[in-house]
């Protein structure tokens, strides 16, 4: 018997009934046969996420040459992604695939720019490869956690597994404006390449004379983005709990599968 009245981690284990479990040969040929009226592929919020993937590609397209372009189609990616989810609810077309979709896009159009800045600013490249990493490898676990304990979402935390996750996850106002930041720190830093000109504001502080106004934006928007990879990091180290805590629990269970046998 565990001490201070602790259950027993095989105890925990549960039928994991919160999620239905589809033959993947059979997810193959549903999805195969759909018809116009019902075709997850087609859904209003999956184009939306079309849309974004395209004007990603086509901000990439302009890094290189053309900020004003570069920029103007990224935001709206980045825009859309508030967008979309709206749309799924309002229209009943919430799909796993249209979520999978959307995190794949931000992970990849975030780290796209990551990579173009890594080569602008070489003396922080390690910095921006970090960020990258990071971004990565908490989101992966983040999901992965989710599938293995049964969540039909990744935004599905409770604030007994995170405080700090749920109210990220569970309060849109706060989502949109930790990912907007986010965005708009990396945006800045990429538009000071291109704009040297400064906004004039030596009138109010001698030192805001040389400030153009990416810098100005910069600097807010910088406390953001360290917020939202505090929350990677604490995102990253809740799922290594979870993913251990499923270890230890399965382990017990086979010992007591393995004791009764005996």
């Not at 676990?141 to 749920?166: A, D, F, N, Q």
């Not at 939202?228 to 499923?246: C, E, M, P, R, T």
């Given at each position: 018997m ?22 993947a040969?059979v997810a193959?040929?549903?999805?195969t ?7 997850v592929?087609l859904?209003?919020?999956?184009l939306?996420g ?28 980045c825009?859309l992604?508030?967008?979309d989810g709206q749309?799924?609810?309002a ?9 999978v979709?959307?995190m794949v896009?931000?992970?990849c159009?975030t780290?796209?720019?990551l ?8 003396n ?5 490869q ?10 992966y676990?983040?999901?992965y ?5 049964g969540?039909r ?5 409770t604030?007994?597994v ?33 704009v ?15 400030l153009?106004?990416?810098?100005l934006?910069?600097?807010?928007s ?8 505090i929350?990677n ?7 290594s709990?979870?993913?251990v ?8 269970h086979a010992?007591?599968?393995?004791a009764?046998k005996e």
């Amino acid at each position: 018997m565990m001490k201070n009245g602790s259950a027993n981690p095989s105890r925990k284990m549960r039928k994991r009934g919160s999620i239905d479990v589809v033959d993947a040969k059979v997810a193959v040929d549903l999805a195969t046969a759909q018809t116009y009226s019902e075709n997850v592929f087609l859904f209003v919020p999956n184009l939306i996420g079309y849309t974004r993937v395209i004007l990603a590609g086509l901000s990439l397209h302009f890094m290189s040459y053309h900020p004003k372009y570069c920029t103007l189609a990224y935001v709206i990616s980045c825009l859309l992604d508030a967008v979309d989810g709206q749309v799924a609810r309002a229209l009943g077309q919430t799909s796993k695939f249209g979520a999978v979709l959307d995190m794949v896009t931000d992970r990849c159009t975030t780290s796209c720019l990551l990579c173009y800045l890594s080569s602008a600013y070489p003396n922080f490249a390690m910095v921006f490869q970090f960020l990258i990493a990071l971004d990565f490898a908490s989101h992966y676990m983040h999901m992965y956690s989710s599938l293995v304990t049964g969540s039909r979402s990744h935004k599905l935390v409770t604030s007994e597994v995170s405080r700090i996750l749920w109210y990220y996850y569970n309060d849109s106002r706060t989502l949109f404006f930790m990912c907007a930041g986010n965005e708009l720190f990396f945006v800045s830093l990429y538009l000071m390449k291109w704009v040297h000109t400064p906004i004039g504001l030596g009138v109010y502080s001698s030192w805001l004379a040389d400030l153009t106004w990416p810098e100005l934006v910069a600097i807010p928007s910088a406390f953001v983005c360290a917020g939202k990879n505090i929350i990677n990091l604490v995102q990253l180290w809740k799922a290594s709990k979870i993913l251990v805590g499923v270890d230890l629990a399965e382990r017990a269970h086979a010992r007591e599968v393995q004791a009764k046998k005996e």
